[in-house]
């Protein structure tokens, strides 16, 4: 068996382990209007901020494909198109580039982003270049991208309609024609035992506004249990995404919308033994939209009002997303503060 294959016959989720339950959400269903279906999302969207969608009609294995070839490269041409430390994410990021907690712990990742800025704007380079074999799939990962965008459009409209909100106003926000640090990512992870000092992806709530993760059947995502200092494992469920709500959301709605923390830590049982594959589309908002809750609704204004999100004043989406990521880079660390530095909107001091 190849353990370092995206796709193929794994050990199944063990049922011994706790789990967090999320709601299931009919994307099809969404798009025909079906009203019991939008309930059942906005539910989700306010109480934990993620949730399963099924039915989505992404086809994430052309992805799979692209991401094995990309992490088969030499490790020293992988790194000729390294992100860097001056707050981009675009290109590959190597494990234990990024702190996971402010203690200085590593992580233990590594993956590759692509820009959507990038992909929808070949042949011209917007941001800059990739590996040959990314370059030469432009296509697959543009139609990947415009067909997450299409999603993302249909879950904020709804948003939207339950906020009080003309629906143009959140479009506008996450225009295409706008550069932004929207990304596709492909992410390995490698066999690890659990233990404290193997968390993947350290304690964190999303950079932009919504997140959709394609996965194999092995577990690794796990959730903080609002209210609590427990961490849940999210069982993967074949055929289903998982989506959840970032920060730039949760500033627009005055905190009605959940952006939750989450980490990687490697999956449980016999399923630690092999290599944990990942893909995600992250959408952000455009590089000059503005961070601050949208008080042209009277629900936004007046859950703003009793709980005011202190974020800074006239801080763009792009300089949100640039200071979290600068700050988290092992290169930029000069003590506990850059890490604090780097956190969004549910920062926990005491969890990792």
Known sequence: MDIDSPVNELPPFPDDVPTHPLLVIDYEKLKNDDASEA???????????????????????????????????????????????????????????????????????????????????????????????????????????????????????????????????????????????????????????????????GAHTDFGSLSILHHNVLGGLQVLVPGTQTWQYIKPLPGHAICNIGDSLSVYSGGILRSNLHRVVPAPGLQSQFYRWSLVYFLRPATSAIMAPLIQSPLIADASEKKPMDIGEDVTAGEWFARRIRNQRVANRTGPETWRASRGTEHAPNVV
């Not at 543009?142 to 904020?156: A, G, P, Q, V």
């Open 39 to 201: 309930d059942i999302f906005w539910k989700a969207c306010t109480s934990l901020g993620f949730f399963y969608l099924k039915n989505h009609g992404v086809a994430p294995q052309p992805m799979w494909d692209i991401g094995k070839v990309t992490m088969a490269l030499p490790f020293d041409e992988k790194m000729k198109y390294e992100q860097g430390d001056s707050g981009c994410s675009f290109g590959y990021k190597a494990a234990g580039a990024n702190n996971t907690d402010e203690y200085g712990s590593l992580d233990t990742v590594e993956f590759m982003n692509v820009s959507k800025d990038d992909a929808l704007g070949r042949p011209e380079i917007i941001h800059r270049v990739y590996p040959p074999c990314i370059e030469s799939s432009m296509s697959t990962i543009k139609e990947f991208i415009t067909t997450s965008d299409d999603i993302n459009r249909t879950l904020m409209d709804i948003m939207s309609d339950r906020l009080g909100l003309p629906r143009e106003i959140l479009r506008q926000k996450h225009d295409s024609n706008e550069h932004s640090g929207s990304e596709s990512r492909i992410i390995r992870n490698p066999p690890k035992a659990i233990t404290k000092d193997h968390v993947g992806i």
